[in-house]
């Protein structure tokens, strides 16, 4: 996949079965004043290692479970994020959407100013966009979340789906990660 809502990145970005050991560790490790999905890389070495090879990644990683399908929205403040499939992410859809009506910068922050701060996404009306583009996540994507887009999660699956997404700060761009990677 290469366009440009998602970018699949080479096998050799991370090794999955490190990311699925770090996930074990992890997974019940809350930390104090992050969100419940969110933690630190900073304390796993081999994250570490991977943000010294890729200085675009940030210091934020996010562990989704998901059973149910995750809601129509858009990322806020992150632009673009690194999302890693774990486990059982075959039976999903990452589904993209376009506004049918771009939204500008003011109706972008009049929104997430509506909502107050602490938000990482707000909600869209399914009225005022269009889908353009469905993947399965299998390897690992550099993917654009200034698009609304939505999880769909098969009603028939019997296991969580499971993956990583890195966050990448908001000063990288999709385009600025996707020309870091390619070279």
């Known amino acids: 996949m290469n366009n440009q809502y998602v970018f699949t990145l080479d096998e050799s970005f991370c090794d999955i079965n490190e990311m699925q050991m770090i996930y074990h560790r992890r997974k019940d490790d809350i930390e104090e004043g992050l969100g419940h999905f969110q933690r630190s890389a900073n304390k ?13 990644l940030g210091e934020l990683y996010n562990f989704y479970d998901m059973v149910e399908s995750l809601p129509l929205h858009v990322d806020n403040p992150r632009k673009c994020t690194i999302n890693i499939p ?3 992410c075959n039976d999903s859809e990452t589904v993209v959407y376009e506004f049918i009506k771009k939204l500008t910068d003011k109706e972008r922050k009049d929104i997430i100013d509506d909502l107050g701060s602490g938000f990482w996404s707000f909600p869209v009306k399914k009225e005022d966009i269009k889908e353009v583009y469905r993947f399965c996540l299998t390897d690992p994507v550099l993917f654009n979340t200034e698009y609304p887009h ?28 996707k020309t870091i990677i390619s070279g």
Not at 44 to 56: D, G, I, N
Not at 152 to 157: D, K, P, R
Not at 158 to 170: E, F, G, M, V
């Open 86 to 88: 774990l486990w059982n």
């Open 150 to 177: 939505e999880v769909l999660i098969n009603s028939n699956s019997k296991l969580p789906r499971s993956s990583i997404s890195w966050s990448i700060p908001a000063e990288y761009s999709f385009n600025d990660v």
């Open 44 to 56: 796993e070495p081999y994250m570490v290692f991977l943000m010294e090879k890729y200085p675009f």
